[in-house]
């Protein structure tokens, strides 16, 4: 099996920053691709931002220019800084990975969500 564990969220005043960071642990061969999502409330989750292994990204249009996404493979973490906080971005926020175990079984991995209030 293959687990994540997320943290950084919290409560942050508009314009400020953030960071968050996830962690797989198992079994695992090799990362494909990694990311971040979020849900608001009242809302479906929606894709914040990607990063593939060959570290092409890909950014939700609310969040370019502002949210960084970065991979570590070495340590199975990925990053997500964000800057220039907006109170629209109050989501809870779930990292995936998807890659493969040892043995080659494929994963799709979640965490457990955490939450990211922007507020004055």
């Known amino acids: 099996q293959v687990h994540l564990v997320e943290s950084g969220g919290g409560l942050v005043q508009p314009g400020g920053s953030l960071s968050l960071s996830c962690e797989a642990s198992g079994s695992i061969f090799s990362i494909v691709a990694m990311g971040w999502y979020r849900q608001a409330p009242g809302k479906e989750r929606e894709l914040v931002a990607t990063v593939n292994a060959g570290h092409a990204t890909n950014y939700a249009d609310s969040v370019k220019g502002r949210f960084t996404i970065s991979r570590g493979d070495a340590k199975n973490t990925v990053y997500l800084q964000m800057n220039s906080l907006k109170p629209e971005d109050t989501a809870v926020y779930y990292c995936?990975?998807?890659?493969?175990?040892?043995?080659?079984?494929?994963?799709?991995?979640w965490g457990q969500g955490t939450l990211v209030t922007v507020s004055s």
């Open positions: 995936n990975v998807r890659g493969y175990e040892l043995g080659y079984s494929v994963f799709d991995a």
